[in-house]
Structure formats: structure tokens, C-alpha cells
């Protein structure tokens, strides 16, 4: 990890093309801006905590009795 200091106007250069500026502080905030390609997806954290525990609680299946259904309805050739 890496800690850096900066002022307002400053920016931090991340790879070739992610720019972060920062643009103001007020007291405990800090307001920034990320420019970096569309294809690239910027969450706030507690965004990307939220959707990675969503996506672990669907990889893994509650009822198992549903899955005994599904080979039930199996068809043999």
C-alpha cells in the first residue's frame, strides 16, 4: 500500500490512464476526481463490499432440496 500526501490541484498518476485529483478539502472529507476509461468500473467501497457479499451469497446455494429437484427432473437417454 502506498500513502501519499497532497494538496488540492495535485494529482496522483495511477498506470498509464487513471488520473486522481484532488479538487477540496473540507475538515474530514476530501473531494476527488477520477478520470480513467469507461471500461474501467470505480465503486465507493462500501458499494464494492455490497455487491462482492451479494455475489458470494448467490454462489452458494441456501436450499439443497432445490437441487435435489433438479435431479429428479434429469431424463436419460
Do not use: F
Not at 25 to 32: A, C, N, T
Amino acid at each position: 500500500m502506498l500513502a501519499l500526501t497532497r494538496k488540492t490541484g495535485e494529482r496522483i498518476v495511477i498506470g498509464d490512464n487513471i488520473v486522481v485529483t484532488v479538487v477540496s478539502v473540507k475538515g474530514d472529507s476530501i473531494r476527488l476526481t477520477i478520470d480513467a476509461p469507461k471500461e474501467i468500473k470505480i465503486y465507493r467501497g462500501e458499494i464494492y463490499d455490497a455487491i462482492a457479499a451479494e455475489n458470494k451469497e448467490a454462489a452458494i446455494p441456501t436450499d439443497l432440496s432445490e437441487l435435489a429437484v433438479l435431479k429428479e427432473l434429469h431424463i436419460k437417454k
